[in-house]
């Protein structure tokens, strides 16, 4: 059997039948890793020790016949969530030695829940990207062709999970950077709803936006994972208050009677016919397992970009203030603290999160603060109130994820605005402070396409059951990347 | 949108980000080529639309004022470049 083909239910399953070890699975993950790393590069950190040291620990309450829900499973985490003891970089070379003195609060409730942490992943630097080739170390490459990016800015988490060095991880989503590498990389990605899951420990990017999620083969494994990071945190005053349903359980049912919602600007110029052709087909597979679906408008979508581009910088541009040299962090020492402020940053941030600092503080700042970020704020308005008046009539929005397949490294990169159109169908959902999920549904010339399931808040629980019965009816998710084929 | 180098080196300076030469230049054709697309936002009236700043439905979430254990100073310095005692040591700021 190889363990590392085995979702997390079913390895969950075997490690309480005692049919396996925490020890056993580990070792299967770590040697995949040190097995696929070199060409794929989906780790900044690899924390074998640690891992063996907790799967150790998960196996002698495994044998004491403890059941807490991630008992001894295996996990990779994005390296933008704060570790206790472990390196946490964001990808950038201002946190290239930081090692936090807390673990984030979704990390907490991972240990507590038994799980073994393998490492930390690689993303575009402070989560600044659609590609994971703005990571200040290296990028990492899509399994499904290693010529291709992964996606981002949650690359190294969709990479790792993808090629089996990791049965699921957890990324962060601030303009869909869970959801369009999780479409890039053939698994599943889950948004929550704004303040479902607490950003405490966080490394914050845009605080209105940033939410951290599950990325799994299934979405049953994502499931999972959010019943046991989700739920209040006193420590995050934009955590929801709202009690965490058992979001296993209610995968559970059927889409008859489901009403879906295809909003027609998603499916607009730019969208490859190859993955229309997916999505559609996904579409009719929903209507096949009883939904009714029908077309709707959000005329607002094409603005998302532009309002979007302006928010995320402005925010951006406030909370990285903070990496002055002073507290922790890279540091040029130089004779006015005024100096080595201008030194510290330029030698710190790479160029696409200098870019944005540049973006958003113009954006705030005095003359066209109305012009820009005031107007950005009220579109994003506009945006929202399309998304409620559509869910007044359904239950789920289906649209692709990514407007296109993996791209190659490089292709975009020398042109920022290209790279930011990659995100037009995922960001409109960061907005509007929505769950979305994307799920793999087919593929074009070997390379994965995603559908991306969009739900009024706090209704996750719909999201993932739709995407279950999906997944029950299509083996998409099934299928593996080419990586053992010729060395 | 036409962004100037003048405009390039006061947002820097806001944004205390040290750029070479070669990033000044490339940030002002950058950002005005950005900032040509935000344009678009201008085709929207907006005159009668509320800004939305956050989109959850909690305001003014308050807690108790009690004590709390912290992280130690030891912790808090254990990252810092340079220290002194029990303080971030920097440059002077006054003469």
């Known amino acids: 059997m190889d363990l590392t083909q085995l979702t997390l239910l079913e390895a969950r399953a075997l490690l309480r039948a005692r049919e396996i070890s925490a020890v056993e699975l580990t070792d299967a993950y770590l040697a995949r890793i040190a097995a696929l790393e070199p060409r794929l590069r989906a780790f900044v950190t690899v924390t074998a020790d640690l891992a063996r040291l907790q799967a150790r620990a998960a196996d002698v309450r495994l044998a004491a016949g403890e059941e807490a829900p991630l008992l001894g499973l295996p996990l990779a985490l994005k390296d933008i969530l704060c570790t206790a003891g472990v390196r946490t970089t964001c990808s950038s070379r201002i946190l290239e030695n930081f090692v936090p003195p807390y673990d984030a609060a979704v990390v907490e409730r991972l240990r507590a829940a038994g799980a073994v942490v393998l490492g930390k992943t690689n993303l ?183 309002a979007y581009y302006l928010i995320a910088p402005a925010e951006a541009s406030a909370n990285l203030a903070r990496y002055d040299g002073v507290k922790y962090g890279y540091s040029v020492a130089a004779p006015t603290l005024l100096d080595s402020y201008f030194r510290t940053r330029a030698e710190g941030f790479g160029p696409e999160v200098k870019r944005r600092i540049m973006l958003g503080t113009y954006a705030l700042s005095a003359g066209y603060y109305d012009a820009y970020y005031l107007k950005a704020q009220k579109v994003r308005t506009l945006i929202k109130s399309d998304f409620d008046r559509a869910f007044e009539r359904f239950d789920v929005l289906a649209t692709p994820t990514s407007p296109t397949v993996a791209f190659r490294l490089g292709e975009r990169v020398a042109d920022p605005l290209a790279m930011y159109l990659s995100d037009v169908c995922t960001i409109p959902v960061n907005l509007a402070g929505l769950p979305g999920v994307s799920v793999p549904c087919g593929f074009v010339d070997g390379l994965p396409v995603g559908l991306q399931l969009i739900g009024p808040p706090l209704s996750e629980g719909r999201l993932l059951r739709v995407a279950h019965c999906y997944q029950q009816a299509t083996d998409w998710h099934r299928r593996t990347p080419p990586l053992d084929e010729g060395g | 949108m036409a962004i100037t180098r003048e405009d390039v080196d006061h947002i820097a300076f806001l944004a205390r980000l040290g750029l070479t030469e070669a990033e000044r230049e490339r940030l002002r054709t950058e950002l005005g080529q950005i900032l040509a697309y935000m344009q678009v936002l201008q085709r929207l009236d907006t005159s009668a639309i509320p800004p939305t700043a956050q989109v959850i439905p909690l305001q003014n979430v308050m807690r108790p004022d009690e004590v709390c254990p912290s992280l130690s100073v030891a912790e808090v310095l254990a990252n810092a470049p340079a220290r002194e005692e029990a303080y971030f040591r920097v440059a002077p700021v006054l003469e």
Not at chain 1, 162 to 183: K, M, V, Y
Not at chain 1, 207 to 219: E, H, K, N, V, Y
Not at chain 1, 237 to 245: E, G, I, N, Y
Request: proline share 8%; with cysteine.
């Open chain 1, 124 to 306: 575009d630097e402070f989560a600044m990207g659609s590609s994971t080739e703005n990571s200040a170390f290296f990028p990492t490459r899509n399994p499904w062709d290693l010529a291709r990016v992964p996606g981002g800015s949650s690359g190294g988490s969709a990479a790792a999970v993808a090629a089996g060095e990791a049965p699921a991880a957890l990324g962060t989503d601030t303009g869909g950077s869970i959801r369009q590498p999780a479409a890039l990389c053939g698994i599943v990605g889950l948004k929550p709803t704004y303040g479902r899951v607490s950003r405490y420990g966080l490394v914050a990017f845009a605080s209105s936006l940033d939410q951290i999620g599950p990325m799994a083969r299934t979405a049953a494994d994502c499931a999972l994972l959010l019943g046991v990071i989700a739920g209040h945190d006193p420590r995050d005053a934009t955590a929801l208050p709202d009690p965490v349903p058992d979001y296993l359980a209610e995968l559970e049912g059927d889409l008859r009677g489901l009403r879906v919602g295809v909003p027609r600007e998603y499916f607009a110029a730019g969208l490859e016919p190859g993955v229309e052709a997916a999505v559609r087909a996904a579409i009719a597979q929903l209507a096949a397992l009883g939904a009714s679906v029908d077309e709707v408008s959000l005329p607002h979508t094409e603005y998302g970009v532009a």
